[in-house]
């Protein structure tokens, strides 16, 4: 079930990217909003708690094919993106010493037990709104807590207590992001319609 969801939307939790990465069709795939309300027969909702997120994205996949006769291709551009490395002096960021795993995140904070470098790299790239690589070499569970002052209070002359989340990196977890160029897969949205009612 989803409820009071844009077609682009649907499209990114389909194809499991985020929206800035999807172009094209007509300006209703942002504005509109639509309830899906799929009907399970008793006897496959054990089916369905078994699947994984892949093959639930490919279910909504076959909801946006057959009732919006969406048609897709995928093109690689390349755009500017950030690589997480290690600062000068090193890491400063702490080895995890037990499997427990946590994250809570907020516009001030990234707070988290027994993860991946891979994991503050989603989370950064959500924030920022750019592609984030790991290319910090660092492999292992870590356990930080990032306090930092969200872009737009910095430039509205806020008062913080904490820098920037770039800054923050670097002073916190003996990490930086550098500016690079590099590879984005884009879905382009070739022909979407409007659903029939049902």
């Known amino acids: 079930m989803a409820l009071g969801m844009s077609p682009l ?14 172009t094209g069709g ?19 909702i054990k089916r369905l708690s078994r699947l994984n997120d892949d093959q639930k994205n490919k279910m909504l996949m076959q909801i946006l094919t057959d009732r919006f006769q969406l048609k897709t ?12 490395v290690v600062a000068k002096g090193g890491p400063k960021i702490k080895r995890a010493t037990d499997a427990y795993e946590s994250m809570a995140t907020s516009p001030y904070e990234i707070k988290v ?8 790299v989603d989370v950064l790239w959500s924030m920022l709104g750019r592609k984030v690589v790991d290319s910090t070499g660092m492999d292992g569970i870590y ?20 820098p920037d989340i770039y800054t923050a990196l670097q002073q916190q977890l003996g990490l930086e992001l550098r500016p ?17 009612p049902n």
């Open 26 to 44: 007509p300006s209703w795939v942002h504005s509109k909003a639509y309830d899906i309300h799929a009907k399970i027969a008793p006897a496959d």
């Open 113 to 120: 037990v027994g993860i991946h470098i891979t994991n503050l």
């Open 143 to 162: 356990t930080f807590d990032l306090k930092f002052t969200p872009q737009d209070q910095l430039l509205a002359g806020a008062e913080h207590d904490a």
């Open 9 to 22: 939307n649907l499209i990114s939790f389909a194809y499991g990217i985020k929206s800035d990465y999807i």
């Open 73 to 84: 291709h995928h093109e690689e551009k390349t755009v500017p993106i950030y690589q997480l």
């Open 180 to 196: 690079a160029k590099g590879t984005v897969d884009y879905v382009v949205v070739d022909s979407i319609s409007l659903p029939s």
